[in-house]
């Protein structure tokens, strides 16, 4: 054990000593012990004083474990120069003083003289060496602790229909799910048009159960009629709606050739007669129709997702009629005096005679103008013979036409 020459000596090792310990030395433990060491008058009541004081007793209580830990470093200091091995450090027991001590007192000592050893202040070493890589340490657990909290679990598209899914995935599970999970084009198509299928890696489809397609990474499915269809990979099933629009139109004669024409339930379409556009963005409309003949009426509706094309047809009976003679005799006795064409239901009639040389000799812009066998029906009389008629007309709702015939007047 190292001896001292006199009390300084003893004094400066215990204070470099007590700078290493992890707690502050209080201000005036040094004033005591200097007060306490120093040859004086009155270091009896001096000494009862100071025991008098609580706080002071707390002072002495550190200063005891002080000098208690400056005589296990001079121990250890003399075991190591006479060659021992031991490592071992006693840590001192607490003194009575501190045994003793007030819960409050002990609050109080915290405060003041321990703050440092649980706060990481700024500009502040830590004591512990091995402090910084625990603290790094807790730190990433912390972070990755927080990360599996804050990260929602992965979950695929099969599990969440039956409200169940599996937290935590291994990575080779979260990479064959992201292979397995493919793509719809249209899941709400409509009957007649095509829907892709496509995943990243070739797999075999099946299409309600039923496998169209093998080793490939993207099929086109087609739908002609409404209803659910079920698509697989394989791993993962999912469904496509396949909707229709059904539109029916009704139409209603209102007149000679004018008809009112409707779609049902509120839809609204572009309209087209014969392939041209009529009417826009109606539910209904009137259409007048003359021509004789079907006539195709065709609506595309506009307000639907399905944007369906229905059409009717319409059929135009002949509204007029027209019927040709080829022979009359004007000799007066009242019957077949006059050549005539009897019309009906038309809009325009032209009627022209001529005699074999091509002279014309009758001319009528109505059918209520007969020829009588005279020339213009007030010249000279036509001899009996072959003649020739040229008859224009056109009938409502028909196209425009000629006939040409060969009559024949005889008296």
């Known amino acids: 054990m190292n001896k001292f020459k006199d009390i300084s000596e003893f ?19 040094w004033i005591n012990v200097a007060a306490s060491t120093a040859p004086s008058v009155g270091v009896l009541g001096q000494a009862m004083s100071f025991l008098s004081s609580t706080t002071n007793l707390l002072k002495l209580a550190l200063f005891v474990g002080g000098i208690a830990a400056v005589g296990i470093v001079i121990y250890n200091e003399n075991n190591a120069t006479s060659g021992s091995v031991s490592r071992t450090t006693r840590i001192p027991e607490q003194s009575d003083a501190i045994k003793t001590m007030t819960p409050e007192v002990i609050d109080s000592l915290a405060q003041t003289t321990n703050t440092e050893r649980f706060t990481d202040q700024p500009g502040t070493q830590p004591k512990d060496p091995n402090y910084s890589a625990i603290k790094n340490k807790n730190t990433e657990n912390t972070l990755q602790t927080d990360k599996l909290i804050s990260e929602p679990p992965i979950v695929s598209e099969s599990s969440q229909s039956t409200d169940k899914f599996e937290a935590v995935l291994p990575t080779n599970k979260i ?9 719809i084009s249209n899941t709400k198509p409509c009957v007649g048009e095509t829907v892709s299928l496509t995943q990243a890696k070739p797999t075999n489809w099946y299409v309600n159960g039923v496998k169209v397609a093998q080793n490939t990474a993207t099929h086109v499915l087609k739908t002609p009629e409404a209803g659910i269809v079920f698509v697989s990979n394989g791993e993962q099933t999912k469904s496509i709606d396949v909707s229709s629009q059904t539109a029916h ?8 050739g004018k008809f009112r ?18 009417f826009t963005n109606a539910s209904v409309v009137d259409l007048e129709i003359l021509n004789v003949g079907t006539h195709t009426l065709k609506s595309t509706v506009v307000n639907h997702a399905c944007n369906a094309t229905v059409t009717k047809n319409i059929t ?12 009359f005799t004007p000799d007066g006795d009242g019957v077949n005096d006059f050549y ?25 812009q109505t059918p209520d103008n007969k020829w009588n066998g005279k020339v213009n029906n007030e010249g000279s009389i036509c001899k009996n013979g072959s003649y020739y008629a040229k008859i224009s007309y056109k009938l409502k709702g028909e196209n425009p036409q000629v006939k040409s015939i060969k009559l024949f007047l005889k008296r």
């Open 175 to 183: 990479a064959a799910t992201i292979h397995s999970q493919f793509k």
């Open 316 to 327: 135009i009976d002949p509204l007029g009629s027209i019927v040709f003679y080829e022979i």
């Open 340 to 364: 005539s064409v009897d019309i009906v239901g038309y809009e325009n009639f032209s009627l022209q005679i001529f005699d074999n040389n091509n002279r014309r000799v009758f001319l009528s």
């Open 11 to 29: 004094e400066h090792l215990l204070k470099s000593n007590l700078q290493k310990h992890s707690s502050p030395t209080p201000p005036d433990v």
């Open 249 to 256: 139109i009704t139409t209603q004669e209102i007149g000679p």
């Open 261 to 278: 024409c409707e779609l049902e339930d509120g839809l609204i379409g572009n309209w087209h007669l014969d392939e041209k556009l009529v």
